[in-house]
């Protein structure tokens, strides 16, 4: 049988463009290539620029995460400044961004990934008739509330930030707003209507209570098994579904995973510091090997890019973010034996490389590693056990996973914010070096700016599509999704629909990739000079 | 100021019950999906609305589309060939012109984007840039602009753009530009649907092809802090709950032409309501002195008076009312106002 070789341009809701080449032989992908196909140059434009510019560029880097960039730009300042942030800041900003990833799940399940699952090729599953009812694009009855309602938790930032996408309310020293009561009665409304309108009866078909009562594989299934309602509702029916249509089998990838951890603790971190952070966060940081079943804490100077397929002119060796020179290719011809994608290859110095996302964030929240006083979850570590490792399948239990979890951290920041005490601390500005970390949805976020004479020399972001969308690194490993696409069984080359399943499984955010990484001086570019 | 006014053929030539569907393609060039994620917080008409209300059809959008690779590919060709009628093409994003002209910077569906962009233009009845980087360039075009970025019919406030001046759709009308980082989704959705129902017409656009129904008032018109800039009452550093954020904080509210404080964002509040200062993107320069330092959340000031003054004041006038606003304000104004 001989080898088809398969170029998809592009693998669309990704969001942002993504192209993939595979080879398929004998119906199944045999070999696979990720490649990023946007550049915009945000690191080269920040260049120069006033120190506090990553505040109002980066949101932008991304308008899915920008509450997840504007977080880590804020935290990278005040690392570098010294500021004291007040902990009612710390709420805030926690605050937006829950509620920015809350918006993001079921934006993205119902409006990326489960309109897959109306797809013609499902169509003796003995689900598919209701998948259409619930899921067709547009018109499903879900669909529309599903993506309906992912607007309201964003309401929630618009109260802090003024609004969402792309608000700039998280300054070093603190935040821009002072939330009153009606902001506060308001949140709380908000949120009680997502979870009263979908939530609970539409997601889970049981209250909240009852699905944290879930902490293993044995208690999932018994949750299932306890009623129609459970089955029936979108949780169970798609769990039930993607097991009829076997998206359990497929879409593995790499085993390694990695978490910034995210949520610094309102009373552990007034004072931050890079070093400080990991002890510091209620979801905790880490990489976990699925190959000797350990965990270990992440810390940011474990991070290496590779560029030896990518287009940048920047030698083969593995370089950490901060010591990268800059230069891209001109003529970005691709070549899949030498470069073929925006993407750089993220490695961590010990482990290689690393899958970023839900899937990673709730692998790691099983470790015991870390601070006991730190937020443990053994449950999608165990279902991974159970089911023999990750899959298309497991990556969206992780994902919606998260939600109850987020719901009650958002309840707890609104208990805890004390509406009399400070939300800023007016910072002395430095120059330095600074370091801001979170989880955006789909993965560990890191900014790292570099401020000399109150400009910034250098600023480098990877982000989580970063570790996971790159193309190979110099020991021609492959990268997370290019992996999670072996073995991957093709029914149809015309609609070859199981790619767009395992890239869609990471979330992936092109948008954000590309965008965070190097270009040239701008020189020669002198024609279209705005300034 | 030249204002265009949007009297076109093709409602007459075609009959409202003829035209049962408004077929919408939608791109992104050099974007972030800030304005897809902003056009989804839709909600009078939601997304679902336009489509099951108002007869949009949305043959492709890179978040909605169910197409892939070469089926995609297939779509495009056939409205680029007429075989199916573009309506409306929405175009989301920088047009990436690097490196050295040729776009290959930004390739899709195996081209570069600029090229599907020039000839889906050609054939779109209505071509509406959303956001700043597709009417004018936005953060990508800030100098040093390394992706030779581009809006669709303007680079910042120079004329012209990746279309050129003188680009006119099949409706015989410019592109219509719906601004700001990103664009509120009333903003797209109205325009959309007022398409999809022939009342474009009603409409004005400014001389930077914005409707003026969204961008003739600013930003500051509805503003909960416009007591405080009359006293000329400032906010003098974040966090606080009294004054107003032109005087210290760089807001650029009484300058930047959008209806935020008319039409809440999110529904619930805008940025210069929740303390954050205006900054001005819907504006060509928009981010304005491409963020040098110490221009950030700083007003540029000379000799303590605001470089910058509202438009159509003098300076002379506006230095004495400054005197009297500060010399009538009341001792209330500087006193903390929005309480808990």
């Given at each position: 049988?001989s080898?088809q070789t398969?170029?998809i341009?592009?693998?669309?809701?990704?969001?942002?463009?993504?192209?993939?080449?595979v080879e398929?032989?004998?119906?199944?992908v045999v070999n696979?290539?990720?490649?990023?196909?946007l550049?915009?140059g945000f690191?080269?434009?920040?260049?120069?620029k006033?120190?506090?510019a990553?505040?109002i560029?980066?949101?932008r880097?991304?308008?899915?995460c920008?509450?997840?960039?504007?977080?880590?730009?804020s935290?990278?300042?005040?690392?570098?400044?010294?500021?004291?942030?007040?902990?009612?800041?710390?709420?805030?900003?926690?605050?937006?961004?829950?509620?920015e990833?809350?918006?993001s799940?079921p934006?993205?399940?119902?409006?990326?990934?489960a309109?897959d699952?109306?797809?013609?090729?499902?169509?003796?599953?003995?689900?598919y008739n209701?998948?259409?009812?619930?899921f067709?694009?547009?018109?499903?009855?879900?669909?529309e509330?599903?993506?309906t309602?992912?607007?309201?938790?964003v309401e929630i930032?618009?109260?802090?930030?003024?609004q969402?996408?792309?608000?700039?309310?998280?300054?070093?020293?603190g935040?821009?707003?002072?939330p009153?009561?009606?902001?506060?009665?308001?949140?709380?409304?908000?949120?009680?209507y997502?979870r009263?309108?979908?939530?609970?009866?539409?997601?889970l078909?049981?209250?909240l209570?009852?699905?944290?009562?879930?902490q293993?594989?044995?208690?999932f299934m018994?949750?299932?098994?306890?009623?129609?309602?459970?089955?029936?509702?979108d949780?169970?029916?798609?769990w039930r579904m993607g097991?009829d249509?076997?998206?359990?089998?497929?879409?593995?990838g790499?085993?390694k995973?990695v978490?910034?951890?995210?949520?610094?603790?309102e009373?552990?971190y007034?004072k931050?510091?890079?070093?400080?952070r990991?002890?510091a966060v209620?979801?905790?940081s880490g990489?976990?090997?699925?190959?000797?079943d350990?965990?270990?804490?992440?810390?940011h100077s474990?991070?290496?890019?590779?560029?030896?397929?990518?287009w940048y002119?920047?030698?083969?060796?593995d370089i950490?973010?901060?010591?990268?020179?800059t230069?891209p290719?001109l003529?970005n011809n691709?070549?899949f034996?030498?470069?073929?994608s925006?993407?750089?290859?993220?490695?961590?110095?010990?482990?290689?490389r690393l899958e970023?996302g839900?899937?990673?964030?709730?692998l790691i929240a099983g470790?015991?590693?870390?601070?006991?006083w730190?937020?443990?979850?053994g449950?999608?570590l165990?279902?991974?056990?159970r089911?023999?490792g990750?899959?298309?399948h497991l990556?969206?239990?992780?994902?919606?996973?998260?939600?109850?979890?987020?719901y009650?951290?958002v309840e707890?920041c609104?208990r805890?914010l004390?509406?009399n005490?400070?939300?800023?601390i007016?910072p002395?500005?430095?120059?330095?070096r600074?370091?801001?970390?979170?989880?955006?949805?789909?993965g560990s976020?890191c900014h790292?700016?570099?401020?000399?004479d109150?400009?910034?020399?250098?600023y480098?972001v990877?982000?989580p599509?970063?570790?996971n969308?790159?193309?190979r690194d110099a020991q021609?490993k492959?990268?997370?999704?290019?992996?999670?696409?072996?073995?991957?069984?093709i029914?149809?080359?015309?609609?070859?629909i199981?790619?767009g399943?395992?890239?869609r499984s990471?979330?992936?955010?092109?948008?954000?990739?590309?965008?965070?990484?190097?270009?040239?001086?701008?020189?020669e570019l002198a024609r279209?000079?705005?300034a | 100021?030249?204002?265009?006014k949007l009297?076109h053929p093709?409602?007459?030539?075609?009959?409202k019950?003829l035209?049962?569907m408004t077929?919408?393609i939608?791109?992104?060039?050099?974007a972030?999906?800030?304005?897809?994620?902003s056009f989804l917080?839709?909600?009078?008409?939601t997304?679902c609305?336009?489509v099951?209300d108002?007869?949009?059809?949305?043959l492709?959008?890179?978040s909605?589309?169910?197409?892939?690779?070469d089926?995609?590919?297939s779509?495009?060709?056939?409205?680029?060939l007429?075989?199916i009628?573009?309506d409306?093409?929405?175009?989301e994003?920088?047009?990436?012109n690097?490196?050295?002209g040729t776009?290959?910077?930004n390739?899709?569906?195996?081209?570069?984007?600029?090229?599907?962009v020039?000839?889906l233009?050609?054939?779109a009845?209505?071509?509406?840039a959303?956001?700043?980087?597709?009417?004018?360039?936005?953060?990508?075009a800030m100098?040093?602009?390394?992706?030779e970025?581009q809006?669709?019919?303007?680079?910042?406030?120079?004329?012209?753009?990746?279309l050129?001046a003188?680009y006119r759709s099949q409706a015989?009308?410019?592109?219509?530009n719906i601004?700001g980082?990103?664009?509120?989704?009333d903003?797209i959705t109205?325009?959309?649907v007022?398409?999809a129902t022939g009342?474009?017409?009603?409409?004005?656009?400014d001389?930077f092809?914005?409707?003026q129904?969204?961008?003739k008032t600013?930003t500051?018109t509805?503003?909960?802090?416009?007591i405080h800039?009359?006293?000329?009452?400032?906010?003098?550093e974040f966090g606080?709950?009294?004054g107003?954020l032109?005087?210290?904080l760089?807001?650029r509210?009484?300058m930047?032409?959008?209806?935020?404080n008319?039409?809440?964002?999110n529904?619930?509040s805008s940025?210069?309501r929740?303390?954050?200062?205006?900054?001005?993107?819907?504006?060509?320069?928009?981010?304005?002195?491409?963020?040098?330092p110490?221009?950030?959340?700083?007003t540029?000031t000379v000799m303590g008076?605001?470089?910058?003054?509202?438009?159509g004041m003098k300076?002379?006038?506006?230095a004495?009312?400054?005197v009297?606003a500060?010399?009538a304000?009341?001792?209330?104004?500087?006193e903390?106002?929005?309480?808990?």
């Amino acid at each position: 049988m001989s080898i088809q070789t398969l170029d998809i341009s592009p693998v669309g809701r990704v969001e942002g463009d993504l192209d993939v080449r595979v080879e398929i032989e004998d119906g199944y992908v045999v070999n696979a290539w990720t490649h990023a196909e946007l550049f915009r140059g945000f690191e080269v434009i920040l260049r120069g620029k006033d120190s506090q510019a990553g505040l109002i560029v980066t949101p932008r880097i991304c308008g899915i995460c920008g509450g997840s960039h504007l977080t880590c730009a804020s935290w990278a300042l005040d690392t570098a400044w010294e500021t004291e942030v007040p902990r009612n800041a710390i709420l805030a900003r926690n605050l937006g961004q829950l509620v920015e990833t809350i918006q993001s799940i079921p934006r993205y399940f119902y409006g990326l990934f489960a309109i897959d699952l109306t797809n013609k090729k499902y169509q003796h599953s003995r689900y598919y008739n209701e998948a259409v009812r619930r899921f067709a694009a547009f018109s499903g009855k879900h669909y529309e509330i599903g993506v309906t309602i992912s607007a309201k938790p964003v309401e929630i930032y618009a109260l802090l930030g003024g609004q969402w996408p792309h608000s700039s309310y998280m300054v070093p020293g603190g935040v821009t707003c002072a939330p009153t009561l009606t902001d506060i009665t308001r949140a709380w409304s908000i949120l009680e209507y997502f979870r009263s309108n979908w939530l609970e009866p539409i997601w889970l078909g049981c209250s909240l209570e009852r699905y944290e009562e879930i902490q293993t594989y044995d208690d999932f299934m018994v949750w299932l098994d306890e009623n129609r309602a459970h089955r029936q509702s979108d949780l169970g029916f798609y769990w039930r579904m993607g097991l009829d249509i076997g998206l359990d089998k497929f879409g593995g990838g790499v085993g390694k995973y990695v978490s910034w951890g995210y949520l610094p603790h309102e009373d552990k971190y007034q004072k931050p510091t890079i070093e400080g952070r990991n002890a510091a966060v209620i979801f905790k940081s880490g990489v976990y090997d699925s190959y000797s079943d350990t965990h270990t804490l992440m810390d940011h100077s474990f991070v290496r890019e590779n560029t030896a397929h990518a287009w940048y002119d920047e030698g083969t060796a593995d370089i950490h973010p901060l010591d990268r020179t800059t230069k891209p290719i001109l003529k970005n011809n691709k070549d899949f034996n030498k470069a073929y994608s925006w993407s750089t290859a993220v490695r961590h110095v010990d482990y290689g490389r690393l899958e970023a996302g839900p899937l990673a964030r709730q692998l790691i929240a099983g470790g015991k590693h870390g601070e006991s006083w730190q937020h443990y979850d053994g449950f999608i570590l165990d279902v991974f056990k159970r089911m023999g490792g990750p899959s298309v399948h497991l990556r969206q239990l992780a994902r919606v996973h998260e939600l109850v979890k987020l719901y009650r951290q958002v309840e707890r920041c609104l208990r805890e914010l004390k509406l009399n005490e400070p939300w800023y601390i007016k910072p002395k500005q430095k120059d330095g070096r600074g370091w801001g970390a979170t989880e955006a949805a789909r993965g560990s976020l890191c900014h790292w700016v570099e401020l000399v004479d109150g400009k910034i020399r250098n600023y480098q972001v990877i982000a989580p599509t970063t570790w996971n969308v790159g193309p190979r690194d110099a020991q021609q490993k492959r990268g997370p999704i290019e992996e999670a696409l072996i073995g991957t069984p093709i029914t149809d080359p015309t609609d070859p629909i199981e790619v767009g399943h395992v890239a869609r499984s990471f979330d992936s955010c092109l948008v954000c990739t590309v965008h965070a990484h190097d270009a040239k001086t701008g020189q020669e570019l002198a024609r279209f000079r705005t300034a | 100021m030249r204002l265009y006014k949007l009297r076109h053929p093709s409602f007459a030539l075609y009959p409202k019950q003829l035209r049962l569907m408004t077929n919408i393609i939608w791109l992104q060039g050099g974007a972030c999906s800030g304005n897809t994620m902003s056009f989804l917080n839709a909600e009078e008409p939601t997304v679902c609305d336009l489509v099951t209300d108002f007869g949009i059809k949305i043959l492709w959008h890179p978040s909605l589309g169910l197409e892939l690779g070469d089926n995609l590919q297939s779509l495009l060709w056939d409205c680029i060939l007429g075989k199916i009628p573009l309506d409306i093409f929405v175009f989301e994003g920088t047009v990436v012109n690097a490196p050295n002209g040729t776009g290959e910077w930004n390739r899709f569906a195996h081209r570069p984007m600029k090229n599907w962009v020039s000839d889906l233009a050609k054939v779109a009845k209505f071509v509406v840039a959303v956001g700043d980087c597709a009417s004018w360039g936005g953060i990508p075009a800030m100098a040093p602009n390394p992706t030779e970025s581009q809006g669709l019919q303007f680079l910042k406030r120079q004329k012209g753009g990746f279309l050129g001046a003188d680009y006119r759709s099949q409706a015989g009308v410019p592109v219509i530009n719906i601004p700001g980082c990103p664009a509120h989704p009333d903003w797209i959705t109205q325009i959309l649907v007022a398409i999809a129902t022939g009342r474009l017409d009603d409409i004005t656009l400014d001389e930077f092809h914005r409707p003026q129904t969204f961008f003739k008032t600013f930003t500051q018109t509805g503003c909960t802090r416009n007591i405080h800039f009359a006293y000329k009452a400032t906010t003098a550093e974040f966090g606080q709950r009294k004054g107003c954020l032109f005087y210290d904080l760089g807001c650029r509210g009484p300058m930047t032409h959008s209806s935020c404080n008319r039409i809440l964002w999110n529904r619930v509040s805008s940025k210069t309501r929740a303390g954050m200062p205006c900054l001005g993107c819907t504006e060509p320069e928009f981010p304005f002195h491409d963020l040098k330092p110490g221009t950030v959340f700083k007003t540029q000031t000379v000799m303590g008076v605001p470089k910058e003054i509202p438009p159509g004041m003098k300076k002379k006038e506006y230095a004495l009312l400054t005197v009297v606003a500060k010399d009538a304000a009341p001792d209330w104004a500087d006193e903390e106002f929005f309480t808990v």
